[in-house]
Nanobody, 124 residues
Framework: QVQLVESGGGLVQAGGSLRLSCAASGRTFSNYHMGWFRQAPGKEREFVATISWGTSTTYYADSVKGRFTISRDNAKNQVYLQMNGLKPEDTAVYYC?????????????????WGQGTQVTVSS
């Protein structure tokens, strides 16, 4: 079992930045691929970014590529999402997720553990 807790969300103006953090506890964090997803009101949860457990290889949704950066610190059991150049359409609840064995997974169903989410609101 892996427990995930997100933090760092908030209200920011368009063009601003936020850094989300996800603290993991439970099983060995470094063995899990990690991902960030988001869900806007009335929409399905969508993939944002993922990072592998071994080589920290990353993959991003086209909508955030070049603006967001995912990283991890296995020693601290943390994964981060640095978000720059935020746009109103980035407004959503952001979720951290973990899976073991599915490299570069982008589908919600491929992840085994989820956090409770943190709200990000970008004003225009």
């Amino acid at each position: 079992q892996v427990q995930l807790v997100e933090s760092g969300g908030g209200l920011v103006q368009a063009g601003g930045s936020l850094r989300l953090s996800c603290a993991a506890s439970g099983r060995t964090f470094s063995n899990y691929h990690m991902g960030w997803f988001r869900q806007a009101p009335g929409k399905e949860r969508e993939f944002v970014a993922t990072i592998s457990w071994g080589t920290s290889t990353t993959y991003y949704a086209d909508s955030v590529k070049g603006r967001f950066t995912i990283s991890r610190d296995n020693a601290k059991n943390q994964v981060y999402l640095q978000m720059n150049g935020l746009k109103p359409e980035d407004t959503a609840v952001y979720y951290c997720a973990a899976n073991r064995g599915r490299l570069m997974a982008t589908d919600v169903a491929e992840y085994d553990y989820w956090g409770q989410g943190t709200q990000v609101t970008v004003s225009s």
